[in-house]
């Protein structure tokens, strides 16, 4: 790897950190044992290819009980599961948006890698609009060469107001040559950020850490690309930090997050991660929530809105230390087999689990039945395989919970979406509002299969000396000094 001071351009890339290790498509097929090798600075290296249904056959099952918006069983999941703070709600949002934006592959033109060129173009369903996951390219895009309304070509710094807590909005001018066009545009580059007002403020803080290590870097001398690059790269290790010590502890089940390793069959491919395990964190957004001296506000008057200035941009701000449990009373949520009715007003809970579980279809994620998965399930300590089998886990829930809206059977676990069979277990065997074995293990394992993949320039004195964030708390209170 090269070091920070000898950072130059090749013929496969820039050196700015913003190029994709590889050209083919995610989840294309590749030959057996070739290598490809990363360019220089930082990108990520293919997923897994994507696993195919070995039993396509059996149609995939609606997952009922999760499409019951009734309040009274939802008000009982929370006071078993709310626990954990709803600050993890949005950093787990972004993570996901991190990991990928997963597209039909017919609906985009991509191109095959040069040795995949002679290879049969096997049928791939979808393509990953995010060619680096967990590279935070969800909040760099392709860098400043190629997204002028979101940096400052000179400085290379993205356009913000220091201390801002929200992407600069650029409207419609008043000169001759302005165009009409009266939407705003926001300095953001993945629109999805814009999801709440909660997601935006986060994704604005790591915009101004960015900032503030570069501007450190620039004002000791660098110049601006080799300031961006460094502070990227440094920017990136404290997410996987933040994600690895920070995030995922609150969701993983204790006896999953003591063993000292896990097999590769807990490594889900890109769809499935995508399509399955991330659709669990439906379960987390509340109906409503206290913003600190903001106030009591319905989560429908949080979500974005078009593209005008939502009244949550315009008149509220988040308590960050309420919302990651620094201060006591904040929201709180866990993992269970509930969804907030509010979920994305108007439309309504079960409407959004229905789509779920459409695109996990359409898409060809795994399911529970499917043999990976058994392999995963095989593979966790203890009794757990036994205990998470399909009947065993509709029995016990419906023992545990006969005020369900609906009874659990074992083929509709079996064969319904992934995400299902993780919520329903992380109601029965989840703890403090995590995930169960099998969903901590799946998360955990695919986490840490995407930040191997990512590759990093070599870290410097000049980069390591820059400030470490241990917590994304503590990154926001940084940046807000």
Not at 417 to 440: D, K, R
Request: glycine fraction near 8%; charged fraction near 20%; hydrophobic fraction near 45%.
């Amino acid at each position: 790897m090269r070091a920070e001071n000898d950072l130059q351009a090749t013929p496969m890339g820039c050196p700015f950190g913003c190029v994709p290790v590889r050209s083919g498509l995610r989840g294309a097929p590749s030959r057996a044992g070739t290598s490809r090798a990363p360019a220089p600075g930082m990108g990520a290296e293919a997923s897994p290819l994507a696993a195919r249904d070995d039993r396509a056959e059996i149609a995939q099952r609606m997952p009922q009980i999760l499409t019951r918006s009734d309040p009274q069983w939802r008000a009982a999941c929370l006071a078993r599961v709310a626990h954990i703070p709803s600050g993890y709600t949005y950093l787990a949002q972004l993570m996901g948006h991190d990991m990928g934006s997963s597209v039909q592959a017919d609906s985009v033109p991509w191109s095959r890698a040069a040795e995949d060129e002679d290879a049969p173009v096997q049928p791939v369903r979808r393509y990953n609009l995010i060619d680096n996951p967990l590279t935070l390219e969800t909040v760099y895009g392709p860098g400043p060469s190629m997204l002028a309304h979101v940096y400052d070509p000179e400085t290379w710094l993205f356009r913000l107001t220091p201390g801002a807590r929200l992407a600069r909005i650029y409207a419609r001018g008043l000169n001759g040559v302005s165009d009409p066009d009266p939407r705003p545009i926001r300095a953001l580059y993945d629109e999805r950020n814009r999801d709440s007002l909660m997601l935006h403020e986060l994704v604005v803080a790591w915009m101004q850490f960015h900032n503030r290590n570069a501007g450190a870097l620039m004002a000791a001398g660098l110049e601006p690309y080799r300031a961006y690059v460094l502070a990227r790269a440094h920017t990136v290790r404290c997410w996987h930090r933040i994600v690895t010590e920070d995030l995922l502890p609150r969701f993983l089940h204790p006896e999953i997050a003591a063993l000292p390793a896990l097999p590769r069959a807990c490594e889900l491919d890109e769809t499935t991660l995508l399509h399955g395990l991330c659709r669990a964190f439906h379960a987390l957004p509340l109906a409503a929530y206290h913003l600190g001296r903001s106030g009591l506000h319905n989560l429908g008057a949080l979500l974005k809105r078009g593209y005008a200035v939502s009244e949550a941009e315009t008149d509220w701000q988040i308590d960050w230390p309420l919302f990651f449990g620094a201060k006591p009373g904040g929201p709180s949520s866990g993992i269970s087999a509930s969804v907030a009715p509010e979920l994305r007003a108007p439309v309504t809970a079960a409407a959004i689990i229905a789509l779920d579980t459409d695109s996990a279809a359409q898409a060809g994620s795994l399911r529970p039945g499917n043999a990976c998965l058994a392999e995963a399930v095989a593979a966790l300590p203890g009794d757990w395989p036994a205990r998470l089998a399909p009947a065993r886990l509709a029995a016990d829930f419906a023992a545990a919970h006969p005020e369900a809206p609906i009874r659990l059977d074992a083929d509709v676990l079996e064969w319904g979406p992934l995400y299902q069979f993780l919520m329903v277990e992380a109601q029965l065997h989840g703890l403090q509002g995590g995930f169960g074995p099998l969903g901590s293990a799946l998360l955990r394992g695919s986490v840490a299969a995407s930040i191997r993949r990512v590759v990093l320039a070599a870290e410097g004195p000049r980069s390591a000396a820059l400030p470490r964030p241990a917590t994304m708390l503590e990154l926001i209170n940084l940046v807000r000094e």
